[in-house]
Nanobody, 125 residues
């Protein structure tokens, strides 16, 4: 079965850090651009960050720039989103997605071939 599985979400205090992981099962991520998206209650899903298949191109939404870092380890078939200086407004379900087109469309993807199931991130004191 071809799927993406996110992990690493949880409850964290404002100013804290979390690292999300996106692992592929049934296919290799080497040829895919990977995007992270999030959806807060009552809001539409929005792009957060994207990394090209080579890892040479990374992009971030203005709201997370300087606080979030996207990276990939193709040997582990996994992409990461390291989040620091977290704010309550970062609270959302975070999803990863894969596009076999190799390249990012800014901090998003041109199209999505696979979605993960999401992981909850809650930033609260």
């Amino acid at each position: 079965q071809l799927q993406l599985v996110e992990s690493g979400g949880g409850l964290v205090q404002p100013g804290g850090s979390l690292r999300l992981s996106c692992a592929a099962s049934g296919f290799t991520l080497d040829y895919y651009a990977i995007g992270w998206f999030r959806q807060a209650p009552g809001k539409e899903r929005e792009g957060v960050s994207c990394i090209s298949s080579s890892g040479g191109d990374t992009n971030y939404a203005d709201s997370v720039k300087g606080r979030f870092t996207i990276s990939r380890d193709n040997a582990k078939n996994t992409v990461y989103l390291h989040m620091s200086s977290l704010k309550p407004e970062d609270t959302a379900v975070y999803y990863c997605a894969a596009d076999r087109g190799h390249y990012c469309s800014g901090f998003s993807l041109y199209e999505v071939d696979y979605w993960g199931q999401g992981t909850q991130v809650t930033v609260s004191s």
